[in-house]
């Protein structure tokens, strides 16, 4: 009866800790792809990972990316900061900018007096059985080729039209093609994913997002200033997340509860726990311009001058950490 009860008990705590992480609707339906890029973009930073040569990653490699993302979007701490992630910002991961992850095409080149080529181009056949075999069975069409003359080259890009497919584990079959050579994985992904609110970083408006996950340090970052080139300016939103979906939000654990009252505010807004720990502190417009910087802080700052409407205002502690929350002004 003992070992009986103990087994239940075992069965229960093991079940309490699985069933804290699950998978919001709202994340499986707008968060899937940014699951899986992350899942793709630890696999590719690790060539010895058992899945690095698969080129279909399997669900229970992003499955525990959604389960963090829910546990971040259901916001069990009520940080404004979190909310302000998914919501005002829509921060999503970037395929193009931060770390390249290319999730669709293959490029190659082929000398132009190849016997196949001809008919490549105009069919997408080529005759050569190992080719055309990877052509059909990762769905890969011509998307576009270019003719060197001066060099004798033929460059090709074909695209996948699997909607996820980790075209690097792919790269060594088609070099392994006596006829083709500099293939590396390619993909038509655009760096300009950013869809939030209008906000701008340095009078620069954002136009390039991304989520970085270290650890269980999660970086929501925007970029902005010549995005084209290489993005000028960028700020950073760190929350953390363990692997068993604990959100440890900034706020409470690393500025020690440190909330703003009353919210919305009219003239005074208040500071509620160790205020000791500020030592600076931003006041930003919901489009990102600076309205106020404060170095000598005490308990209470005077909002009476702003205009009504939304705020993010932003914290610095003693040690460096920065965090983000929101007020309204009356």
Known sequence: MKIFIFSIFVFFIGFQSYSQCSINPFIQDNYELDAKILALREILNDPLDPDYDNPFLPEERYTPYLERLTALYENPNNSPMIDSLFNEFNIHVNLEYTFPTPISGIMFSVDSNTSWVEDFKNTGISGVAILDDLMAEYLFSIDSFIVLPSSGIT??????????????????????ISDIFNCYAAGLETRFNYTGIQYYIHTEPVEVCDIIISGNQFEFVLYAGDCLAGCSY??????????????????ENDLSKITL???????????????????????ISIQGKLIQKLNNISTEIDVSQ?????????????????????????
Not at 155 to 176: K, M
Not at 263 to 271: A, G, H, I, T, W
């Open 261 to 283: 009252y009353p919210n919305p505010v009219s003239d005074k807004l208040y500071f509620s726990g160790n205020s000791s720990e500020i030592v600076s502190l931003q006041i």
């Open 234 to 251: 960028y700020e950073s939103r760190y929350t953390y997340v363990t692997e068993d979906c604990e959100v440890l939000s900034t706020l």
């Open 306 to 330: 702003l205009k009504a409407g939304m705020y993010f205002i932003e914290i610095k502690t003693s040690e460096g950490i920065n965090n983000i929350q929101k007020f309204i002004k009356n």
């Open 155 to 176: 460059i090709f890009t074909i695209i996948t039209s699997h909607d996820f497919l980790n075209v690097t584990a792919l790269i060594d079959d088609f070099e392994g």
